[in-house]
C-alpha cells in the first residue's frame, strides 16, 4: 500500500515549456487534490475531483488544467510554464477516519522550478 | 471567504516544555478540524482531528476547540528537538471534503 504517490519528485523547466505532474493513489478514495505551497502563503488549492469524472476549480486555478484519469489518478497539466508557478506542488486524496468523518494524505511533493 | 488563521510565530520552547500552537477559524458551520504536522521538505501528516468541543487527547498532544469563540489550539506537552517542524490548521466546512488550511505556525524546540 504505497499510499499517494507523485512523479516526477523534482522539475526544472524554462518559461514556457508545459509539463504534467503525475499522481496516484491505491486507498480506493473518491475525492483528489492539487495544492501549491509557497513560502508564507501556506497550502493553497488549484483544483479539486470529488469523484472519477469530475473536476473543480479551487483558489489559484489559472495557469493549470487537470484530468482525472480514472479513480487512481489525478494529473496536473502547466501548459505554459511561468516563473511565478515555481512552487511545491502536493497531490491529495480524501478518505475516512475512525469516527466516520473524513481527512487528507497528501503525497511526497514535487519541487518545480521555472527559470 | 473561509479563514483560518495561525498568527503567532515562529515558536520556540526548550526541550519538555509545553507548546501551545494557536488557529482561529471564521466560518461558524466549520464541522471538523484537523492539526497537520509538516517537517522541512516533507510533506504534511495528520497528527490530531477533533471535532466537538473540549479537549481531546493523543499521547502527548492534546487538541482543543472552542466552537463559540471559533478557536483550535494544539499543545505539545514535554516537547521534544524532534517535534520541531511547521504545524498546519485544516478546517473542514460543508459536506464536501474540502479542506481550508492555515499558512503554519513553525516550531522549534531547543535542547
Given at each position: 500500500n504505497a499510499g499517494v504517490t507523485q512523479?516526477?519528485?523534482f522539475q526544472v523547466l524554462k518559461t514556457g515549456q508545459s509539463m504534467t505532474l503525475q499522481c496516484a493513489q491505491d486507498m480506493n478514495h473518491?475525492?483528489?487534490?492539487?495544492?501549491?505551497?509557497?513560502?508564507?502563503?501556506?497550502?493553497?488549492?488549484?483544483?479539486?475531483?470529488a469523484s472519477e469524472g469530475t473536476t473543480d476549480k479551487g483558489e489559484v486555478p489559472n495557469g493549470y488544467n487537470?484530468?482525472?484519469?480514472n479513480k487512481r489518478e489525478f494529473s496536473l497539466r502547466l501548459e505554459s510554464a511561468a516563473p511565478s508557478q515555481t512552487?511545491?506542488?502536493?497531490?491529495?486524496?480524501?478518505?475516512?477516519?475512525a469516527g466516520g468523518t473524513d481527512t487528507q494524505y497528501f503525497g511526497p511533493g514535487t519541487r518545480l522550478t521555472v527559470l | 471567504q473561509k479563514e483560518v488563521e495561525q498568527n503567532s510565530g515562529p515558536l520556540s520552547v526548550p526541550e519538555g516544555a509545553i507548546a501551545s500552537l494557536n488557529c482561529t477559524y471564521s466560518d461558524r458551520g466549520s464541522q471538523s478540524f484537523f492539526w497537520y504536522r509538516q517537517y522541512s521538505g516533507k510533506?504534511?501528516?495528520l497528527i490530531m482531528s477533533i471535532y466537538s468541543n473540549g479537549d481531546k487527547e493523543d499521547g502527548r498532544f492534546t487538541a482543543q476547540l472552542n466552537k463559540a469563540s471559533?478557536?483550535?489550539?494544539?499543545?505539545?506537552?514535554?516537547?521534544q528537538p524532534s517535534d520541531s517542524a511547521t504545524y498546519l490548521c485544516a478546517v473542514r466546512t460543508g459536506a464536501n471534503s474540502k479542506l481550508t488550511f492555515g499558512k503554519g505556525i513553525t516550531l522549534s524546540v531547543r535542547p
Open positions: 512523479t516526477p519528485k473518491n475525492s483528489m487534490y492539487w495544492y501549491r505551497q509557497d513560502p508564507g502563503m501556506g497550502l493553497r488549492l488549484i483544483y479539486y475531483s487537470v484530468s482525472r484519469l512552487s511545491v506542488y502536493f497531490c491529495a486524496s480524501s478518505g475516512l477516519l | 510533506s504534511p501528516e471559533q478557536y483550535v489550539s494544539l499543545l505539545i506537552r514535554d516537547s
